[in-house]
């Protein structure tokens, strides 16, 4: 999987996206447009500097990140 989010992390992992790797190429996060919980980890509906959307998921308990174009 080619696919990874760097993010900020305070007092726990994952607390703000800066940037994401899709297909291959580093994005940076322009803005984090929501924020949500599930009961898998943190979500985060972001914006990149190019203009695309995506959604990113934390599954905390695989140790990894789901992203997806929306």
């Not at 803005?31 to 695309?52: I, K």
């Amino acid at each position: 999987m080619n696919e990874s989010v760097e993010c900020h992390s305070g007092y726990k992992y994952g607390e703000r996206p800066l940037a994401l790797t899709w297909e291959g190429q580093r994005l940076e996060v322009h803005t984090v447009l929501a924020a949500w919980r599930t009961p898998q980890g943190p979500c985060f509906r972001v914006r990149s500097r190019d203009g695309r959307t995506f959604e990113l998921a934390y599954q905390e308990a695989l140790d990894q990140w789901e992203i997806r174009l929306l």
